[in-house]
């Protein structure tokens, strides 16, 4: 009798676990059961009941898991981090200098820029799109809730990650890598990554910071990556009376919070590529970073002078995500600048656009001081970007044969 007992609680342990694992099979399959069956003969209203309530059970069970999961899950954000594995990997490397504003750190990658900076370097779009791999899967599924939720205004924007491997000297006899996705795709990977991940309080090793750095405190290559790896740009426009046109970001925006931004600031999409899938990355560079300077002050493209692509580095407080750097230099100067209205689109993520007198003289500015460069009141509201741009502005003035520094020292760039 115990026997007997033991196999039948064997058995109903066997078939709850197999309900619980494969409750979407078992479901569907007895939907086209029932479906094939009552196009034969007409199936009792007991079995019909009994199959709605068979339903409902797995329902429940679906329910119940999705709850106890939500619960167990929690994504903790690191705003600590100062990176210090990744610096000192980096700190005998003369190939990478490395800005630190206090609140973000970047890496500029001087011997990546100076190639992508080439006429000859060209990206092109991958015909295959990103996908948010399994090994990411459920976990960025919780997590896109969880920021929606957080976040409603949110939207599934168009978008382009690198696909490239920078360490591989390779990479500068062919094409960039590119890949298009979506803004969805990017909090389930990029995003993800900047948070930590902790099951019932064990933070989960596998997620984090370890999705972009390595054990040995280096950071990933773009291709061997689970990430999307978003495509950042921005431009820093200088108009013809020598300021700076900066812009106040709202509470809203996820990059930079209530900082102040380059004139321009953004990710790039496939719209950028101009209609082709083959383009030259400084190209490339200046379209993303001249839409985003028109978007967010109404600078129209005929007031857009001439454009420079400065460089490229890292932002490690993004989860190390490529940004691509430019100057803008205006045919038009800082009062109309000011009389520019923001488009109603804008408005949400982005406050008010201004000119702004540089503090110094271009002589004076230091690439690791880039803060200096703007006047007291917007020194400790400077966001990472525009710091890393005028980082980049400021070694400009130190090559001679620099046409970013002969257009500056035309300009009557005075404090």
Known sequence: MVIILRAILTAGHRVTRYLAEFRWTVLGVLVVTVGIVSMVVAIPYPVLLLEAAFSIVLLLLEIRKNRREARRTRFLPRPMDRYVDVVESL??????????????????????????????????????????????????????????????????????????????????????????????????????????????????????????????????NFRDSWLFNLIGASTVAVTVDGRLVGVEQSAANMASPNLLAPSGSGSAEPKDFGGVHRLALSRLAINVATRELSEETGIGPEEMAMSYFLGYGRWLNKAARGELLCVTFLNIDSHAVNQKRIRRSERTYTTRSMSIRFSQRPHEWRPDRPADMLPAEYRTRMSMPLGAALSLLAEEVSLTNSPVRERLLRLPVVP
């Open 91 to 220: 700190a005998t490397d003369d190939n990478f200098r490395v800005l630190d504003t206090g609140s973000d750190i970047f890496v500029h990658d001087r011997g990546t820029s100076e190639r992508m900076r080439s006429p000859e370097q060209f990206a092109r779009l991958s015909s295959r799109p990103y996908l948010v791999p399994r090994q990411l899967q459920p976990q960025a599924r919780r997590f896109l809730k969880f920021i929606l939720a957080n976040h409603p205004g949110r939207f599934k924007g168009p978008c382009v990650g690198w696909n490239t491997d920078f360490s591989d000297s390779s990479w500068s006899t062919g094409d960039i890598d590119v890949v298009a996705g979506d803004h969805f795709r990017f909090i389930q990977s990029d995003e993800l990554a900047m948070w930590d991940v902790a099951q019932e309080d064990r933070t989960l090793p596998a997620f984090g910071r370890a999705l972009f750095i390595r054990r040995d405190g280096s950071l990933r």
